[in-house]
């Protein structure tokens, strides 16, 4: 069953204001609905895993964007310093209004994310959240059998557990600059024995589930499911990015990437429980340009535009998480209403998302999510600060357009300079990109980052020399 002919299949009793999805017990069962319960008014949705039964909270805490000392992340703030106060304040927050589900890496906030969720978590009862985290052997110097194992011993330790509820391969698809997809993949997981070693630490107890996140080469994607199909390996669930305008248009926005509609039918159709990754496109579909977002108030006034989006990633059938990275306690609040119950996309609902999917792929912004994975950068660059900005100023409508002999031209090229050199320092900026590729290789969205860097530090040169 694809998406449309679930909604279909749900849209009669989905009335935007008065049903709600509560649970799906198994992949075999209906939703249960509840009628007369608004966003917010009732209990976190949950998810059946039906390999294991786990309750699983369809809200997802991702902690790849953790609050530091100072405000913000360390996006924002690189220097700084983890606030491990606030998230346990934050994730206190979570477990009792319903989150369960954690998702972590030793990648994720300068290595330091799995000791500041060990710590938040192990202040609770073991058996009142899952925790979700990854082998994340991107870097040569963890490709041997023992580095790989070390990696795994050491989430562990750091996460103050004796077994992972959810363990990934870390952004399968991907390659180097040496390495295709296929020879990457290979090197960091079946030349070493690793993936053979963690079947065995799932035998063990150590791993409840064994699964991968996605990203890049699809050859790679369609390859483990074959296997899946084989009986060669069996993935207990799989993490792919989902969002409405990736499910038809990550492959117009980026050739390289997949589209959403592809990946969810492949799992779907073999009963793979489906963990979502990028429902608000990094942030951007919560921040819509006015035009846009007038469509969406005329048809929920009250409704931000991330909610949208959140129920938009968890209304298909055989989800079981939709992750979110949650910096702040107001957007964790917010996510939390959203999904407290999560009421379903109706089918007019959809029609008007996929309307507002084409009108946002035209705007031409870079489809950088701020994962970070491409920094640091060599050169000192702050590359998703760039992008974010560059994004923002045209999502926002403030990019310097029109007539050159108007003023209002000109006040926006003020503007949008000024704004440059407030969000990125000087020599954080693009002119500084000396096009070394180091970044581009880890990008999991398939981005040519020296190049639209440089076409970047072009379009300010042009506004600079006018």
């Given at each position: ?51 294991t ?5 369809i ?27 606030m998230v ?15 998702d ?28 979700a ?202 996510n ?38 491409c ?26 357009t029109?007539n ?63």
């Amino acid at each position: 069953m694809d998406r449309r002919d679930f909604i279909k299949h749900i849209g009669g009793a989905a009335v935007a204001t008065s049903v709600v999805l509560s649970a799906c017990k198994s992949e075999n069962e209906k939703p249960q609905v509840m009628e007369g319960i608004l966003d917010g008014q009732g209990e976190m949705t949950l998810r059946t895993n039906p390999n294991t039964g786990d309750r699983v909270s369809i809200l997802g805490y991702g902690m790849m964007r953790l609050p530091v000392e100072g405000g913000g992340s360390m996006r924002d703030n690189p220097d700084s310093e983890i606030d491990q106060e606030m998230v346990n304040e934050e994730v206190d927050y979570a477990l009792t209004h319903g989150v369960n589900y954690f998702d972590t890496s030793p990648a994720y906030c300068k290595g330091l994310s799995e000791r500041a969720t060990g710590i938040a978590l192990s202040r609770h009862p073991r058996n009142s959240y899952y925790i979700a985290t990854k082998l994340s052997n991107f870097s040569p110097s963890t490709w041997s059998r023992e580095a790989s194992q070390a990696m795994f011993e050491n989430s562990l330790k750091e996460l103050q557990t004796d077994y992972i509820d959810y363990l990934l391969l870390h952004s399968i698809g991907g390659e180097t600059q040496d390495l295709n997809s296929e020879q990457l993949f290979n090197t960091r997981f079946m030349d070493n024995g690793i993936l053979d070693w963690l079947v065995e630490q799932k035998k063990a107890g150590r791993i409840r589930n064994l699964g991968f996140s996605y990203h890049g080469d699809v050859k790679i994607f369609d390859m483990l499911l074959q296997w899946h199909d084989e009986g060669r390996y069996h993935w207990d669930f799989v993490q792919i990015q989902m969002n409405y305008v990736d499910w038809h248009y990550a492959k117009r926005i980026n050739r390289r990437n997949t589209d959403a509609s592809y990946l969810y039918n492949e799992l779907h159709k073999r009963g793979i429980p489906g963990v979502i990754m990028e429902p608000i496109l990094g942030g951007r579909l919560a921040s819509l340009p006015d035009y846009i977002m007038k469509q969406l108030k005329e048809r929920e006034p009250e409704s931000p535009a991330a909610r949208w989006a959140f129920r938009y990633a968890g209304t298909p059938d055989g989800i079981l998480v939709v992750l979110s990275g949650m910096t702040y306690m107001e957007h964790l609040k917010q996510n939390v209403e959203t999904y407290s119950p999560l009421r379903l996309i109706t089918p007019e609902e959809d029609e008007l998302l996929m309307k507002i999917a084409e009108q946002y792929v035209e705007l031409k912004t870079v489809p950088c999510t701020a994962c970070n994975y491409c920094m640091p950068c060599p050169f000192g660059l702050n590359i998703p600060a760039i992008f974010g900005y560059y994004n923002k100023s045209i999502t926002e409508g403030n990019m310097p357009t029109g007539n050159r002999e108007a003023r209002e031209y000109w006040e926006a090229r003020k503007r949008f300079l000024i704004g440059y050199d407030r969000n990125v320092p000087g020599l954080r900026q693009a002119n500084h990109c000396i096009g070394c590729n180091q970044c581009a290789p880890h990008c999991p969205q398939n981005i040519d980052i020296p190049n639209e860097l440089h076409r970047i530090d072009e379009y300010v040169e042009q506004l600079k020399q006018i």
